[in-house]
């Protein structure tokens, strides 16, 4: 265990996948947990995560939307601790099917996202400490693919990522980007370690896909 063991990390789309195996890498290493998704799997996870002897709440709403992510921001203050540690890996399938849905679709998630970060980062900002990942996709390199609105959301986040580790370099907040290379267990697993192993580390460490299943970026 850390000598930082106790303090909180929150984990969004920490139902299942990816989500649910950063969790448990925080949760193997001390951390209390709020875990965020939009389905009642989350209270599943949850009650097994905590069976570690950590104590973990489970929220579920939707991260999509301004509203869900104020319903995370105030279950975050109303146990009187800030984040050490955010993980941003809320996300669903492309739904939309014609331009104007998958429009709303790219927006929600984009906004969705700044808002939460935006929402948690200040308050690490203020207490001089605190670690970001940021979670997106391969699909963000494919390019014409039959979800160019969702597969631009997941570019957006590597980008934004390396924009938001410039604006914090001269701060105590580390800010790190996970690209998972393909969906299965046995990836989500090895990723999982790979981010948070390199989110406390601090590491910059670029590698492609095909080199690797997890490509993670650090720009600070």
Do not use: W
Request: hydrophobic content about 40%.
């Amino acid at each position: 265990m850390e000598t930082n063991a106790r303090r909180l990390a929150v984990i969004t789309g920490a139902s299942s996948g990816l989500g649910l195996e950063l969790a448990r890498q925080c949760a193997q290493h001390g951390y209390d947990l709020i875990i965020a998704a939009d389905e009642v799997l989350i209270l599943d996870a949850a009650e097994e995560l905590a069976s570690g002897g950590i104590t973990v709440r489970p929220v579920q709403c939707d991260l999509s939307t301004l509203e869900g992510v104020d319903a995370l921001r105030d279950a975050i203050t109303a146990g009187g601790r800030a984040a050490d540690i955010l993980i941003a890996n809320a996300g669903r399938e492309p739904r939309g099917c014609t331009v104007d849905a998958r429009l709303i679709d790219a927006r929600a998630y984009i906004d969705g996202t700044i808002y939460l970060i935006d929402q948690v980062s200040r308050s690490m900002r203020g207490r001089g400490h605190g670690r970001i990942l940021i979670t997106y996709s391969i699909a963000g390199l494919v390019q014409e693919t039959p979800h160019p609105a969702h597969d631009g959301h997941k570019a957006f986040l590597s980008s934004f990522a390396a924009a938001l580790g410039r604006e914090l370099k001269h701060t105590a907040v580390t800010v790190a980007c996970l690209m998972p290379g393909m969906n299965g267990s046995t990836v989500f697993k090895r990723g999982a370690r790979t981010g948070y192993d390199s989110m406390m580390k601090g590491e910059l460490s670029r590698s492609r896909p095909r080199q690797s299943p997890a490509a993670l970026c650090r720009d600070h």
